[in-house]
């Protein structure tokens, strides 16, 4: 009787655990990921961008990785790191993903990666570049296929000084992203001797930018640093050149001021130099594939979030082929994410031991609708990784 309860209890908790299972470790043979992206808001054509990517690459392994189907599970995430935890939550505990893929904004990005971190769930942040999810949140299930923020703020930083430039106002959104892409221009531009002179924000995402723009022209810093990106960047080189700044006071920006946003700049973004580590003209075979591809299946042109969709994808297939399609194996996933040279289209990059791309940054400058590369402004940079223990 006893060892028949006993029994009994083991294949009630047996049970219980099969239904806690992610989906592809019950089995079932689909590998479930779990899309939380913004499809509203300023930030929503960078996760429309990042879809199609991530799904062009799959489509291109002929709709399977590892020989598992993939089945996804979106979420809107707005953008809003108020309802991050609750959207994160549902993607882990009710639907029971295998891995996330998400997601744009830094602050809810965060919320992401706490969960990951709490839960072990697989993590694959394709945009967000909050220093933290590769610093002091990094955890070996976590990873990017993206940027830090601090990474195109450090390279621009160099640049503007090495142009001569010694004094500078910065102006972005007040939150992590901002803050962070600001904090590697300053380490870079005041190593160099430069001055910030004011450190002008709003909080994300607002675009009046107006008292700002005042502000910046009574000011008459040598130049500008700003981060901006999707809607909001739309309108801010918009203002900037209506106010007569253009022309005055050279405008500079982590390239996401100009990505995916120059139909809608028109000519009031020519000439604007940024750094990011995408272009529109890198002319490499395996770009131009990527490019072509894309513009095939959406009919539009692929930008820097494509990308790093595109390159999600890619690591989740590294990892899923050295854990032979067992997403459970999380050691071997995460041992071939860390050993895999990502052959993306930006130029083939490694991951540093804290998972983030260790990536040139170019130089890019805007003419005919395009971020044309004119050079490389920081060769193989790698985040700092403050306060990862890994
Ligand atoms: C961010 O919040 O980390 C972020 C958002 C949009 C970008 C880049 C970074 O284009």
């Not at 089945?71 to 882990?92: C, G, I, Q, W, Y």
């Not at 590369?373 to 306060?387: E, F």
């Amino acid at each position: 009787m006893k060892i028949r309860t006993l029994a009994l209890a083991a294949c009630a908790a047996a049970a219980m655990t099969a239904i806690a299972l992610p989906a592809a470790a019950q089995g079932n043979g689909k590998i479930k990921v779990g899309l939380m992206l913004p499809y509203t808001g300023t930030f929503a054509a960078l996760g429309t961008a990042i879809e199609n990517g991530f799904r062009l690459y799959i489509a291109e392994q002929g709709g399977k990785l590892a020989g598992r189907e993939i089945e996804f599970v979106k979420v809107d995430d707005e953008s809003n790191p108020a309802k991050a935890t609750d959207n994160v939550n549902k993607l882990v505990k009710r639907d029971n993903v295998d891995v996330l893929v998400g997601t744009v904004h830094s602050g809810v990005a965060m919320a992401m990666a706490k969960v990951a971190k709490d839960t072990g769930t697989l993590l694959i942040v394709p945009n967000a570049g909050a220093d933290a999810v590769t610093g002091a949140m990094c955890s070996p299930n976590i990873f990017r296929s993206s940027f830090s923020n601090w990474q195109p703020g450090y390279a621009m930083g160099e640049v503007m000084a090495k142009k001569g430039h010694k004094t500078a106002v910065t102006i972005t959104w007040k939150y992590a992203a901002g803050d962070e892409s600001v904090g590697g221009f300053k380490d870079a531009f005041q190593k160099a001797g430069g001055k910030v002179v004011k450190e002008l924000s709003l909080p994300f995402p607002n675009v009046e930018f107006q008292a700002l723009l005042t502000e910046i022209a009574a000011l008459k810093p040598d130049a500008v640093y700003t981060f901006f990106a999707g809607g909001g960047a739309v309108k801010f080189v918009k203002d900037y050149a209506a106010a007569g700044l253009k022309k005055s006071i050279p405008l500079y920006g982590a390239g996401f001021l100009t990505d995916g946003t120059l139909n809608a700049q028109g000519a009031d973004a020519d000439g604007l130099l940024t750094t990011l580590h995408y272009g529109d003209s890198l002319g490499t075979p395996r770009d131009n594939a990527f490019r072509l591809a894309y513009a095939k299946a959406y009919k539009l042109q692929p930008d820097v979030y494509a990308v790093q969709g595109y390159d999600a994808a890619q690591m989740l297939a590294a990892g899923l082929g050295a854990a032979k399609g067992n997403v459970s194996n999380k050691a071997a996933f995460t041992e071939g994410i860390r050993k895999a040279r990502i052959d993306s289209p930006r130029g083939a990059f490694m991951l540093s031991k804290s998972h983030n791309p260790v990536q040139d940054i170019y130089l890019r400058q805007v003419g005919d609708k395009e971020n044309k590369v004119i050079g490389v402004a920081s060769k193989a940079l790698a985040d700092p990784a403050r306060g990862c223990r890994m």
